[in-house]
């Protein structure tokens, strides 16, 4: 059988299998149904021309020929695994790509980043515009994004979920607050592409805006602007995001540990 054709997801999902000695179990590890588990084993098994499993009044069995390749299958496991964590250690160390919210990046995230560069000037920064830049496509480490929560990712929260009105006058909309004057009014008179941008808006006297109250706070010490209240829980808040494998890495968690510490 050739090497690209090689039933991986299959044999991963056997290797569980055989491990519990029962589909369900194996399906709750991997998150898939035990309908999918069931379905993998019976192709696996048309495509190696064997049966895997043998039911029996006391649960699953394995086969003769199932049991006579199962130590080398988790052989070459483990080494699927040494292998990937010789491509994560070969890994550059010192270089961080990173997607944030520009305006974001502007108002809290560089000046951060400035002071932990400061720190382990062999670094090198790449930043990604945009907070849902695809984390493959971009190669990227770590994003920051103004969510509800991580979701499927790792992340803990920068600061509190919190907004400030700022301004006066009429609203002024952005995409994370779409509809300031509430879902049945009507649109704002002026809308803008992000928070920053709302915040610019308002400290131009073109209006007031609902922004995040990280964004705002910079501004609000200078007096650049002035707030229309007390900051204000909301459902949103700023995130550090990444999927489990980059956020596992060494380099990823210290620059974590540097952005919420302090």
């Known amino acids: ?60 069995e394995l086969t003769e020929e199932a049991t006579a390749g199962l130590e080398a299958l988790r052989s070459g496991f ?32 560089a000046p951060r980043l400035a002071a932990f560069r400061a720190g382990n000037p062999e670094i090198r920064l790449a930043i990604v515009d945009g907070e849902n830049a695809d984390f493959t496509e971009a190669n990227l480490d770590l994003a920051v994004r103004w969510t509800d929560g991580p979701g499927e990712l790792e992340g803990l929260p920068l600061g509190l979920p919190e907004r400030v009105t700022v301004g006066d006058g009429e609203w002024i909309g952005w995409p994370g607050d779409p509809s300031p004057g509430g879902e049945d009014s009507e649109p704002a008179p002026l809308n803008v592409g992000d928070a920053g941008l709302a915040l610019a808006a308002a400290a131009a006297g073109m209006g007031r805006a609902r922004v995040p109250a990280m964004l705002a706070a910079a501004w609000l010490e200078q007096g650049r602007i002035s707030a229309a209240g007390p900051a204000e829980t909301c459902r949103r808040g700023y995130w550090l995001v990444a999927p489990t494998p980059q956020w596992r890495q060494k380099k990823v968690k210290a620059l974590i540990t540097a952005l919420t510490e302090g």
């Open 78 to 109: 483990l080494q699927f695994e040494d292998a990937v964590q010789a491509m994560q250690a070969g890994q550059s160390s010192h270089v961080y790509t990173i997607a944030a919210p520009r305006d974001f990046f502007a108002a809290w995230l």
């Open 1 to 60: 059988m050739k090497r690209t054709h090689l039933p991986l997801n299959a044999l991963r999902v056997f290797d569980a299998a055989a491990r519990h000695l029962s589909f369900t179990r194996a399906a709750d590890e991997l998150a898939v149904t035990p309908a999918a588990v069931g379905q993998q084993i019976r192709a696996l098994e048309d495509l190696l021309g064997v049966v895997l499993f043998r039911r029996t009044s006391k649960g699953l």
